[in-house]
């Protein structure tokens, strides 16, 4: 199978293992996933769920508290990155 590689930084590698993990995947599954979604216009699309990569929630939580797990590991990669944290999603 070919392989592709990139250059990263340390904060960057960091930032995209933590968004892995958050999704159960690995950096290298997270990252053909997140490619093919952009190239192929299917990002916010469904359409595919071989290529779904979204955090994962765990069963039974309101979605006020969905929206705290989401919000809490975006800023978490954001304050890796050095980035303004969100007040909001």
């Not at 969905?66 to 990669?77: A, Q």
């Amino acid at each position: 199978m070919p392989i592709i590689s990139a250059k990263v930084t340390e904060r960057e590698l960091e930032a995209i293992r933590e968004y892995a993990n958050a999704c159960g995947e690995t950096v290298s599954n997270l990252i053909r996933k997140i490619m093919i979604r952009q190239v192929t216009f299917m990002d916010g699309s469904d359409d595919v769920a071989d290529y779904n990569c979204e955090i994962l929630i765990p069963d039974n939580v309101s979605g006020e508290e969905e929206n705290k797990i989401v919000l809490g590991t975006h800023n978490k990669i954001r304050k890796i990155l050095g980035l303004k944290e969100l007040a909001e999603i």
